[in-house]
Structures are given as structure tokens and as C-alpha cells.
């Protein structure tokens, strides 16, 4: 996204969101990301927000991305 009010809006937005659980990227997510890439057809980037997600036990996806739709996750947004 290029808009960059948008983003700090919505940044701002997930911030105050109640239970919202950041995870940091670790190194083993590398190699999950490139089997996620291959199984659910992803780019790199998806792929790595995939892998943590998984890794932290979600059960949903915020994205407008449909790529996210191939995947176990429930894709909001």
C-alpha cells in the first residue's frame, strides 16, 4: 500500500485492538514460508506472514489479499 495516511489509520486501528498478538519473524519461518509458497501457489511475502501465523496458532488472516484464500487460514478484510 502506497497511501500512507491510510496505513497509519490503520496501524493506529490494530493498536487498540484488545488480545492482538504481535509475532516476530524467526529464522525457521524461512523455510516453512518456501514450502507454503509452493503448496498454496504464494509469493515470498504472503508466504512469511502465512508461516507465522501458523506457527502462532491463528485462525484468521487480516487481509484484503485473496490470495490468503488458498490457505487453511479465514481470510477478514
Known amino acids: 500500500m502506497k497511501n500512507v495516511e491510510f496505513v497509519e489509520k490503520l ?9 492482538l498478538e504481535v509475532v516476530d519473524l524467526e529464522s525457521r519461518d524461512h523455510a516453512s514460508a518456501i514450502e507454503l509458497m509452493k503448496k498454496y501457489m504464494l509469493d515470498l511475502e504472503d508466504a512469511l506472514h502465512l508461516s507465522v501465523a501458523l506457527r ?18 479465514t481470510r477478514v478484510f
Not at 496501524?11 to 488480545?19: K, N, Q, T, V
Not at 491463528?58 to 490470495?67: Q, Y
Request: proline share 4%; glycine share 8%; hydrophobic share 40%.
Open 11 to 19: 496501524a493506529s486501528a490494530f493498536r487498540e485492538l484488545r488480545g
Open 56 to 73: 502462532a496458532g491463528a485462525r484468521r488472516m487480516v487481509s484484503n489479499d485473496a490470495d490468503f484464500d488458498r490457505t487453511p487460514l
